[in-house]
Each structure stands twice: as structure tokens, then as C-alpha cells.
């Protein structure tokens, strides 16, 4: 999981190496038992104060954030992990908005759907493992380590999914997660879904810090990615930059390798070429989640929606880590223009 860097940790740490130092300056008038008395004091109450450094660790999440987070986990434990369908109504609002293309909205298309094989089953005590977890705001985010066999090579490698979750009253009022739709096997039958439109929503506010981190990762993603200026790269990337796309080497120098094959380097706007649906940073995380518009694979002269991700780390002021939705399997499909009148969003 991926640990957050705390600044209160390292003035902590600070402090307490002055404290050090002081106390050495003394030690000469001090009896041997007294100092070692004294070390042992020390070493007490800095172990208690780490013990509360790491129930922070994850950077700041008020109550009513930590609430959401306990009962986003609680959803997916009893819901989905043990299959109690019967309790959907416990914690989901009735107008749930589905945006997994495959699921249609509501709750009851998500009862619906799940009911053609969940199982009721014991309810684990304890949520799996993430790699980043944490909440801001009415939102939730859950992203998971998962493995895939390397089509060329049969090898198993991992990759980056995601969930992210809206709560309203303690319960789940919205869902995405990184699910396209992919051509069905021959003879499957095509089953009707019901796309879930809900409103374009504003992002969270940040902290002083988060936006500076923000303001950072914005830069790469749109100003390098997206108006492709790799030179950039050397002034927002760490060279030892980690890269979770499993078609991307690590490190800076991997990354311009790849990216230089193909760009084409744009004017730098203001504007976003393709702007993000939403915006979520938590301490040193902001994740990006983007609309995408493809052609259906089962349904003729069709578009419909779903959903990319990019997620960053920020250390130092610089982009240390980067987790997307790509895969090794290079089904991903392509980009297409929504047709005119397609409704995107309630608002």
C-alpha cells in the first residue's frame, strides 16, 4: 500500500533529534542512571507519539471523510464480498447512479445484476487490500493491485483498477470504476442496460498543499500528455519517477523514451484538450477521472460512456508516481466523437 509522506512526521522526527542533542550536552553533570532513566522516558513517549502519527498517516481526513471511508468498506464487504443483497437498501440510495457500462442504474439494476451469481456468504471482518485508499469529501476512491497474464508472453504482471464511490446520508449514491464494454463471446445475448446519467460534479476544496501538488500534476497530464511537451518533463518529474502502466518503463528516462516515439508537441493552452470529469486530491494523491466515448462492440451504430483514470503521487514537488487504467491486453477502444444530442450528464 502506498505510504503518504507526513510533514508533521518529519518536524516530529526533527524535534526530537534537538531534544537529543540538548539532553547530551547534560549528560556529563548527570548520574549514569539518571541518564539512562531519562533515554527511557524518551524512547516512551516517542513511541506513543508514533503511534498517533500513524493513525494520520494518510494525510488529513475530517470525521465525516473517515465516516464515509468505514462505510464505503462496509458496502463493499457485506454487499458485494458476501453477497447480501437483501441489505442493498441498507446502504445504497434508491437512485444509485451506475457509471460501469454494464450495470445498469439504480438500485435495482444493481440488484438486478448481481443476483445472477452472488452467493450470501460470511461477511469478512476485514476489507482487502488497496494499494491507495481514502476519502475526500462526499467521495470515496479504492484502487486495487490486480494481475493479468501478458498476452505475448503468458507471463503474469500487475495493473491498476478503480473505484470510486459517492455517499450521500452514509449511503452510496454513485459509483465509477475503469470498466469498458468488450466484445461479447459469439451467441451471447446482448442484454438491454441503462446507462446511469448523473450531474457534472465540482471537485472537492484543497488545502494550501494540495493545490500546489495539484498544480503540479496538472502539468503533466495536460501539458505533457496531453499537449505533448516531453521537455517539460525534466522540470515536474522525478528522475526515479514509479510508473504503474504496465506498458511504460519506470523512471523519467523510461517515460520520454516511450512517450518520444510518438509525440507531436502542441502550443500550451490554458485549456484542457480533454478535461477532466473529475478532480480528487488527498494529500500528495490527485486522481483525474476522464470521460470517454467508444462505439459498442455488441450493439450496432451505438456510443456509450465509461470512464479512464490517471492517478498521481507528489513528493518534493515533484511527480514521484503514476497509476492509470492501462492493461497489456491493447483492448482498450479507441476514442470516438459522442453523436449529437448524446446526454452526458444531468446538468
Not at 485508499?133 to 484502487?143: E, I, N, P, R
Not at 500534476?217 to 500528455?225: A, G, N, P
Not at 473529475?278 to 476522464?290: E, M, N, Q, R, V
Request: charged share 25%; hydrophobic share 35%; proline share 7%.
Amino acid at each position: 500500500m502506498t505510504i503518504y509522506k507526513n510533514p508533521f512526521r518529519a518536524i516530529f522526527f526533527l524535534l526530537a533529534a534537538l531534544t537529543v542533542v540538548g539532553c547530551s550536552q547534560e549528560e556529563a553533570a548527570m548520574p549514569d542512571q539518571a541518564s539512562n532513566d531519562m533515554a527511557e522516558d524518551m524512547a516512551t513517549d516517542m513511541t506513543a507519539d508514533m503511534a498517533d502519527m500513524t493513525a494520520e498517516e494518510h494525510g488529513v481526513m475530517t470525521a465525516a471523510e473517515q465516516a464515509n471511508l468505514q462505510r464505503g468498506e462496509e458496502w463493499w464487504r457485506t454487499v458485494l464480498m458476501g453477497g447480501r443483497l437483501d441489505q442493498a437498501e441498507e446502504y445504497m440510495t434508491e437512485r444509485y447512479i451506475q457509471h460501469n457500462p454494464d450495470v445498469s442504474t439504480g438500485r435495482d439494476g444493481f440488484i438486478q445484476f448481481f443476483s445472477a451469481f452472488a452467493q450470501p456468504g460470511p461477511i469478512p471482518e476485514d476489507f482487502p487490500p488497496t494499494d491507495v485508499k481514502f476519502a475526500k469529501g462526499d467521495y470515496v476512491v479504492f484502487v486495487w493491485e490486480r494481475q493479468a497474464e501478458d498476452p505475448t508472453t503468458g507471463e503474469s504482471y500487475d495493473y491498476s483498477f478503480f473505484d470510486v464511490l459517492r455517499m450521500q446520508d452514509g449511503k452510496v449514491d454513485e459509483h465509477w470504476d475503469s470498466v469498458f464494454r468488450a466484445t461479447p463471446p459469439p451467441g451471447a445475448p446482448v442484454m438491454a442496460v441503462t446507462p446511469g446519467i448523473g450531474p457534472r460534479h465540482v471537485s472537492p476544496a484543497n488545502t494550501a498543499m494540495e493545490q500546489t501538488g495539484e498544480d503540479i500534476v496538472i502539468r503533466e497530464q495536460k501539458d505533457i500528455l496531453q499537449y505533448q511537451n516531453l521537455d517539460i518533463a525534466m522540470e515536474v518529474m522525478a528522475e526515479d519517477y514509479i510508473q504503474h502502466n504496465p506498458n511504460v518503463p519506470d523512471g523519467r528516462a523510461g517515460f520520454l523514451e516511450f512517450f518520444s516515439r510518438f509525440a507531436d508537441p502542441q502550443p500550451i493552452q490554458d485549456e484542457w484538450i480533454n478535461e477532466p470529469e473529475l478532480t480528487l486530491t488527498h494529500g500528495d494523491i490527485t486522481l483525474f477521472i476522464f470521460t470517454r466515448y467508444s462505439e459498442d462492440p455488441a450493439r450496432d451504430n451505438e456510443v456509450y460512456k465509461w470512464n479512464w483514470f490517471d492517478m498521481y503521487r507528489v513528493e518534493n514537488s515533484l511527480v514521484q508516481e503514476h497509476w492509470d487504467s492501462a492493461t497489456r491486453d491493447n483492448n482498450v477502444p479507441p476514442s470516438v466523437e459522442p453523436p449529437e444530442g448524446f446526454v452526458s450528464f444531468s446538468n
